[in-house]
Structure formats: structure tokens, C-alpha cells
């Protein structure tokens, strides 16, 4: 009876042992199966997280690697001057800075502070084609505090393009270091940190007054405050509503004329920029076109467009004016006036005014007839409501209508080449503000290449680009865009 009670006992105990387990185990079975999505999920986020930050890590310390690699590349000159402690005072105002100077202003891409500040030659520092090797200054951010001791080297002169590598350290511990690209007394650049997470864009002139400007442009209508902050240009994305369209012109070779060099040398490298960084549908070109012939592709770009369109046209070839009246010559016109061979800017002008397209912007690099199509210059207002209607936003530009002039010079002569190239200064000034928009990936509309290829022209006192929008085209208050193909949506 006792066996028989101790073997019912056990039997309990075994099932009573196997229900709890079971129950135990049912319990886990069902807590995991309320959480597993979420555990899953979580762990992935914690994953994805860790390997970001890993990532960043990795990211940081290869571009303080790098930027050590740079650092050994700025001269002992420059590192001498930018680690030298100092008891400078911080500048408040561009008005405020020393004369005789040059002057550059910028922005942060990710903090979108500016700055401004300049440097000044070190005139015991050799010469490399007439430029001092080595110059030195302070600048200034606009948040009240923070100044940087800047410096730069000349690295090479070629062609009358000077590269130089720029260098900074800030009182706040930032430092940088970048290159520079100047033609003349004007240039721009970009500088990164050295843990690579901001840049800096900036342009240079020895003339404080252009400088100035930009730095207000900066202040209100520069591209990266004119839409939501990003960390990399690349995220301005822009939409037209049409297709881009140009109409590309040069005479270099004339029957009665003296020939020119710059003309097919600047229309054959604009166009490759075009070709390779913009998106421009087609682009039609005459190469030492008569008469006959540049009234004919003006025909057919007017065939190709539409109202929603977006038109450059560039002409670059010789131009005379005769009683006030401006016109271009083709290959084939007569050297004195008075057999209907000339190109009438009058005549042209009807051409323009039939060109169906939202934007119309025109670029002349010609002799006398710069300001001919009649309307104000936009460089030379100084009122800023006048010069906040003519920048507007980058939005509002695409889907404003547009008319505008561009040339190289107004009514006197303009030079046909710079010195050691085979390219005019405002051609040469425009190839480069097209090759630094796609670089930065940043879009630039006419009124930002107008103001930087007149700050080319620093100093060139016989020669000055003027911007206009012609009385009659009816502009609307809008402005054409260069958008780099990597900018499109």
C-alpha cells in the first residue's frame, strides 16, 4: 500500500514538474512572440546606429589623416604665421579693415555662418611670375568671436591662372586648409576642416568695394540661405519646367577684318563645360558665320524653343557702332559701313523679342556693343531694394520670366586675349565660374556670374562687364540659372 501511495506521489510530482516547465516555457514562448518584431527592429536600429558611428569615426580620423598629409604641404612661412599667437582684436565691419589689402568673403556650407577678412602680401616672400609666394592676414566670422590667422602660398602660375593653397587656425580651435584659383586681382576657393565635416567657399578681390558686395549677397540672397540647410550642395535640387537651350557664336576668321584668336578658342571650351556638366538639350554653334548665316540659326533656335525653355546665347566676335547705332559683324562684313552686310542690333533685336522661352539671357564679347540693347546696369546700382529686386531666390528665378544682357565691356574697345592663353578675360572669367558651380555643386544664376566675372575685371579701368535687362524684352523679375547636372531633380 505504501509503494502503491509513494508511486502515486511520484506520478503527481512528475506531472505537477512537467505542467509548470511547460507553463514556464508557453510563458516565454508568448512574451517572445508579442516582442520579437520589435526586438528585431531594435536591434537592427542599434546595429545600423553603431555601424554609423563607426562610420563617422572611420570618416573623421581618415580626414585628420589627410588633413595632416596637407598640413605638411603649407609652407614654413605660412605654418610659422598661422600657429604664431597673437593678441588680435576682432573686426566688426569689412569698412573696418586695413586699405591696400585683399579682400575675401564666404560661407560655412553647414553652419552657414559668413566671414570675411583679408590678407597682404609678404613683399619679402620670393616672386613666382610676379607674385609674391607667401601672404598672410586674419578673418573674421559674423558671430562676434571668432577670428582665424589665414595664410597662403603660391603653388604655380600657368597660362596667367594662379593656384595657391590657403590655410587657417582659428581662435576657437577650427582649422583649415584649402586651394585658390585667381585670374588677375580676382579668384575664389574652397578650404575644408580638418575633420573634413564643414567647407568653406569664398571668393578674393583687391578691391574692397566688389568684396563688399558679395559679402551682402551673402547676407540676404546667397544660394545656401535661400533653401533649407543641408551638409552637402549636392541636396540643392532644382526642377525646370522646360529644357536648356544655346545658341554658341564666334568669328575669329573675317574676309575685311583683322582676325581674332579668342573668339573659337572661347565658344569651343565653353561648350565642353556645357556638354559635360550642364544639361543643355542641344546646343547650336556658328563657327565664323556670315551674315546670312547667323540670322539663319537664330531661325532655327527660335524653331527648337518653347515658352517653358530656358535660351543662352553668346556672341563673341568683332562689333562697331556707327551714329550710336551698335552692330556685330559677321565674317563677311565689309570693313565700311553702308552695304547691309553688319548685323544690326536693332534687327537682331526682333529676332530676340520672336524666341519663344521662359528665360532669355544674352552674353556678348564684343567691341562697342556691350550696353546697345538699352536698359540700366544692374552692377552699378548701389540702392539695395533695386538690388533685391534683381536677386531673387533661386525658386523664384525658375519660375519668373527672364531677360538679361551680359557683355564684356560698353562702348569702348575690348581686349581679344590674356597674356600667355588664347582666351579673352570674360571668357575665361565665365569658364571658371561655370567649372567652380559644378565643383560646389551650387547653381548660379546670372546676377552671381555677373558679379564674379566683373570682379575679374578689378583694376581694368579701360574695360568693365556690364548686366542689364533690356527695356523692351519684357523681363518679369526673374533670372537665368546655371544648374549643374548633379543639381537636377
Known amino acids: 500500500m505504501f509503494k502503491l501511495f509513494r508511486t502515486f506521489l511520484l506520478i503527481l510530482f512528475i506531472l505537477s514538474t512537467t505542467t509548470s516547465v511547460y507553463s514556464e516555457s508557453s510563458w516565454i514562448t508568448k512574451k517572445s512572440d508579442k516582442t520579437k518584431v520589435e526586438l528585431k527592429k531594435e536591434k537592427k536600429e542599434k546595429k545600423e546606429k553603431k555601424k554609423k558611428w563607426i562610420a563617422k569615426k572611420k570618416e573623421i580620423k581618415k580626414n585628420k589623416e589627410e588633413f595632416k598629409k596637407e598640413e605638411k604641404k603649407i609652407s614654413k612661412e605660412v605654418k610659422s604665421w598661422i600657429t604664431k599667437k597673437t593678441k588680435e582684436k576682432y573686426i566688426d565691419s569689412m569698412d573696418k579693415l586695413p586699405d591696400g589689402a585683399i579682400y575675401f568673403t564666404g560661407a560655412s556650407n553647414i553652419t552657414g555662418l559668413n566671414f570675411y577678412g583679408y590678407v597682404v602680401p609678404d613683399t619679402k616672400s620670393k616672386l613666382i611670375s610676379n607674385y609674391y609666394e607667401t601672404s598672410t592676414g586674419f578673418g573674421y566670422f559674423n558671430d562676434g568671436k571668432t577670428i582665424c590667422k589665414i595664410g597662403s602660398t603660391v603653388l604655380i602660375v600657368l597660362n596667367g591662372e594662379v593656384t595657391a593653397r590657403i590655410s587657417g587656425n582659428c581662435n576657437n580651435g577650427l582649422k583649415f586648409t584649402g586651394k585658390t584659383t585667381q585670374m588677375l586681382n580676382s579668384g575664389w576657393g574652397s578650404a575644408k576642416t580638418a575633420d573634413g565635416t564643414d567647407r568653406f567657399d569664398f571668393d578674393f578681390n583687391n578691391d574692397r568695394t566688389i568684396i563688399a558686395e558679395i559679402f551682402k549677397k551673402y547676407e540676404k540672397t546667397l544660394i545656401t540661405r535661400q533653401l533649407p540647410p543641408r551638409q552637402n550642395n549636392k541636396n540643392i535640387k532644382l526642377d525646370p519646367n522646360g529644357k536648356y537651350y544655346a545658341l554658341l557664336i564666334a568669328n575669329s576668321e573675317y574676309n575685311n577684318w583683322d582676325n581674332l584668336v579668342s573668339p573659337y578658342n572661347d565658344i569651343r571650351e565653353i561648350k565642353k563645360v556645357l556638354d559635360k556638366?550642364?544639361?543643355?538639350?542641344?546646343?547650336?554653334?556658328?563657327?565664323?558665320g556670315t551674315k546670312k548665316e547667323i540670322y539663319q540659326a537664330f531661325r532655327n533656335l527660335s524653331k527648337l524653343t518653347t515658352t517653358n525653355d530656358y535660351v543662352l546665347i553668346y556672341y563673341s566676335g568683332h562689333g562697331k557702332t556707327k551714329a550710336e547705332q551698335a552692330y556685330w559683324i559677321p565674317k563677311d562684313g565689309s570693313i565700311e559701313w553702308g552695304n547691309g552686310?553688319?548685323?544690326?542690333?536693332?534687327?537682331?533685336?526682333?529676332?530676340?523679342?520672336?524666341?519663344?522661352?521662359?528665360?532669355?539671357?544674352?552674353?556678348?564679347?564684343?567691341?562697342?556693343?556691350?550696353?546697345?540693347?538699352?536698359?540700366?546696369?544692374?552692377?552699378?546700382?548701389?540702392?539695395?531694394?533695386?538690388?533685391?529686386?534683381?536677386?531673387?531666390?533661386?525658386?523664384?528665378?525658375?519660375?519668373?520670366?527672364?531677360?538679361?544682357?551680359?557683355s564684356s565691356g560698353s562702348k569702348g574697345r575690348v581686349s581679344d586675349t590674356v597674356a600667355n592663353t588664347k582666351h579673352s578675360l570674360f571668357a575665361l572669367a565665365f569658364l571658371n565660374v561655370l567649372k567652380a558651380s559644378d565643383q560646389n555643386s551650387v547653381p548660379l544664376n546670372m546676377l552671381n556670374v555677373a558679379i564674379r566675372i566683373r570682379g575679374a575685371f578689378a583694376g581694368n579701368y579701360s574695360q568693365k562687364p556690364i548686366y542689364y535687362h533690356p527695356d523692351t524684352w519684357q523681363d518679369g523679375g526673374g533670372d537665368f540659372i546655371f544648374i549643374p547636372k548633379k543639381n537636377l531633380q
Open 341 to 406: 552686310d553688319w548685323i544690326n542690333i536693332n534687327e537682331l533685336n526682333i529676332f530676340l523679342t520672336e524666341i519663344k522661352a521662359h528665360h532669355l539671357t544674352v552674353m556678348v564679347d564684343s567691341c562697342y556693343v556691350g550696353g546697345k540693347f538699352k536698359g540700366t546696369n544692374i552692377l552699378d546700382l548701389t540702392n539695395d531694394e533695386d538690388r533685391t529686386l534683381y536677386g531673387k531666390n533661386l525658386e523664384d528665378g525658375l519660375n519668373l520670366r527672364a531677360r538679361s544682357v551680359l
Open 277 to 288: 556638366s550642364y544639361k543643355f538639350e542641344k546646343i547650336l554653334t556658328v563657327n565664323n
